[in-house]
Nanobody, 119 residues
């Protein structure tokens, strides 16, 4: 079992920055990938970015590439989503998720944190 808990959401003006955190606990060694997703009102949940637990490599959706950064702390218990040059269209509930080794989908999800970007 793996538990994920996001924090750091809030209200920010367009052009500003915000950093989300996700505490990962439990059987972390079973997780191959940690991802960030978001869901805007009236829209489906979408992929934002992810980080490999094996080598800390990252990749991002084109809508945030160059603006968002994902990192992990040295103890590997936290992942962060640094969001820069925020736009109103980045407004959404942001979720972190974990994918187990061998899994084709994300198996564990946090409860989400709201990010609102005002114009």
């Amino acid at each position: 079992q793996v538990l994920l808990a996001e924090s750091g959401g809030g209200l920010v003006q367009a052009g500003g920055s915000l950093r989300l955190s996700c505490l990962v606990s439990g059987h972390i060694s079973t997780i191959s990938m940690l991802g960030w997703f978001r869901q805007a009102p009236g829209k489906e949940r979408e992929f934002v970015g992810r980080i490999s637990t094996s080598d800390d490599s990252t990749d991002f959706d084109s809508s945030v590439k160059g603006r968002f950064i994902i990192s992990r702390d040295n103890a590997k218990n936290w992942i962060y989503l640094q969001m820069n040059r925020l736009k109103p269209e980045d407004t959404a509930i942001y979720y972190c998720a974990g994918k187990m080794f061998g899994s084709t989908t994300y198996d564990y999800w946090g409860q989400g944190t709201q990010v609102t970007v005002s114009s």
